[in-house]
């Protein structure tokens, strides 16, 4: 499968963005598909995973209650909409896909998309 993450761009404190994952040479309904992000200086982290199973939604302290990771099987594409975004956020942000489940370790990558969020 590949994968390309797009969406990212510059937003105010407190503004949405809304980020995509769309795939190709494969249906994405067969992978689990995280998102990472990777600011500055920091390692790359994982914020938010939606499993192929069961459509179970993981997601760190940090996203949670301000994040939402939704599939669109027709689109064959995930999203990642962020709410009440903070200049913490700001990174560099990737989507993932492995047909083992939400892991640690996923086998495709998408090229990343920016979030700068600043006043």
């Known amino acids: 499968v590949q994968l390309q993450a797009s969406g990212g761009g510059v937003v105010q404190p407190g503004g949405s963005l809304k980020l995509s994952c769309a795939a190709s040479r494969s249906t994405l309904d067969r992978y689990a598909i995280a998102w990472f992000r990777q600011a500055p200086g920091k390692v790359r982290e994982e914020i938010s995973c939606?499993?192929?199973?069961?459509?179970?939604?993981y997601y760190t302290e940090s996203a949670k209650g301000r994040f939402t990771i939704a599939r669109d099987n027709a689109k064959n594409t995930v999203y990642l909409q962020m709410n009440s975004l903070k200049p913490e956020d700001t990174a560099v942000y990737y989507c993932?896909?492995?047909?083992?489940?939400?892991?640690?370790?996923?086998?495709?990558w998408g090229q990343g998309t920016l979030v700068t969020v600043s006043s």
């Open positions: 939606i499993s192929s199973v069961d459509g179970k939604r």
């Open positions: 993932a896909a492995d047909r083992v489940g939400c892991s640690p370790k996923y086998k495709y």
